[in-house]
């Protein structure tokens, strides 16, 4: 049965709300990224419930949800896992009953993965790891509080590719032209970033990253001794656009 995480950080069942989220969490290695918690730091009062797809969790019907979100992952899509396929049906169900879906990081190439197909999701060109400065290049409402260019961590070595219509490119930068996407008008957005992880957060991240990566770990190293920490903090008010949108 799917299970909320409150603010102090302990498992229970969600008590009914107006809104609810259902969250998907694609982290392997828990012990090392949290983005559940990490995200869940910004719901506020908001009810929400979490399945972990890794570990075969079921998901529950999407009737009782009023939003969806994909976390990020470790999990690349040069190494197809079964729960990769179980995750597309869920963003394709939602996607088809207009309900608001967040994908981050992983979870942002899944959604477009799932919706548009595997040739819109490649392995980068030039991992981004650390801190990176991003561009607004169209207006929407879930970038629309954001400074422009926002800085903030981000950790990937897959990446979307020129999506397709209906997609938007919302936001990007010199190394990944796929920041932020939204499909058409609907309210599915895909952020490539990980607003939700802290300074600290992030440090921990890639330090464990030099045994999980080991072909980018001198990478890893440079980006954690040369980049400067620049993070404008901006996952409130992502979170909080997102759950002002509402289903079609």
């Known amino acids: 049965m799917p299970q909320r995480i409150d ?24 012990s090392i990224s949290r983005p559940v918690e990490e995200w869940a730091r910004y719901f506020g009062r908001v009810s929400f419930d979490v399945v972990q797809l890794p570990s ?19 999990a690349s899509f040069r190494k197809p896992q079964p729960w990769f396929d179980v995750e597309a049906d869920v963003v394709r169900d939602a996607v088809g009953r207009g309900l608001p879906v967040l994908g981050s990081g992983f979870g942002h190439q899944l959604l477009v993965r799932a919706i548009s197909g595997p040739e819109y999701v490649r392995r980068a060109r030039i991992p981004e790891i650390g801190w990176v400065s991003i561009d607004i290049v169209k207006s929407d409402p879930l970038v629309a509080s ?10 990937h070595i897959d990446e979307v590719i020129e999506p397709p219509d209906p997609w938007r490119i919302l936001a990007a930068n010199a190394t990944c032209a796929a920041q932020v996407v939204r499909y058409g008008d609907r309210p599915v957005w895909g952020v490539q970033p990980r607003p939700e992880t802290s300074p600290d957060e ?6 464990a990253g030099f045994d999980q ?28 656009a997102f759950l002002k949108s509402k289903a079609l």
């Open 7 to 30: 603010s102090g950080g302990k498992l229970s069942y969600a008590s009914s709300m107006k809104k609810r989220i259902l969250v998907l969490g694609n982290s392997i290695d828990r």
């Open 146 to 155: 954001l400074p422009n260019p926002w800085h903030t961590y981000t950790s």
């Open 56 to 74: 075969s969790e079921p998901v529950p019907d999407l009737d009782r949800y009023t939003h969806l979100l994909l976390t990020g992952s470790e």
């Open 202 to 207: 992030a440090k921990f991240q890639m330090e």
């Open 213 to 240: 990566f080991p072909r980018y770990a001198q990478q890893i190293r440079r980006s954690i001794i040369e980049s400067p920490v620049r993070d404008d903090a901006v996952a409130p008010q992502l979170m909080a």
